[in-house]
């Protein structure tokens, strides 16, 4: 079983740029799909950004294409999400979270391990 923990959170102001990064422990993170979802205040957890195990292929939710950009490195067992260009819309917890299933998913049910989630607030 792996263990995720998000860090990087923060309060930015509208335009502005973060980075999380996830950091996985106890198995190596290689063997999963890693998947970065985002959850508001009354909305329902969604799909921001996937990247395969080997980091060849990338997913983006329309919201954030052009503007977000995942990447991991196997070698240190962590996967990043860089956001750039944030808006006050962006404002969420963000979770981390790893599919075992080998396929390239962006649904959430087909993720077994997620983070604690770190808060990210945008300000306008």
């Known amino acids: 079983q792996v263990r995720l923990v998000e860090s990087g959170g923060g309060l930015v102001q509208a335009g502005g740029s973060l980075r999380l990064s996830c950091a996985a422990s106890?198995?190596?993170?290689?063997?999963?799909?890693s998947g970065w979802f985002r959850q508001a205040p009354g909305k329902e957890r969604e799909f921001v950004s996937a990247?395969?195990?080997?980091?060849?292929?990338?997913y983006y939710s329309d919201s954030v294409k052009g503007r977000f950009t995942i990447s991991r490195d196997n070698a240190k067992n962590t996967v990043y999400l860089q956001m750039n260009s944030l808006k006050p819309e962006d404002t969420a917890v963000y979770y981390c979270?790893?599919?075992?299933?080998?396929?390239?998913?962006?649904?959430?049910?087909?993720?077994?391990?997620w983070g604690q989630g770190t808060q990210v607030t945008v300000s306008s």
């Open positions: 979270a790893a599919d075992p299933t080998g396929y390239d998913n962006v649904h959430k049910r087909d993720y077994d391990y």
């Open positions: 106890g198995r190596a993170l290689s063997i999963y799909t």
């Open positions: 990247i395969s195990k080997s980091g060849a292929r990338t």
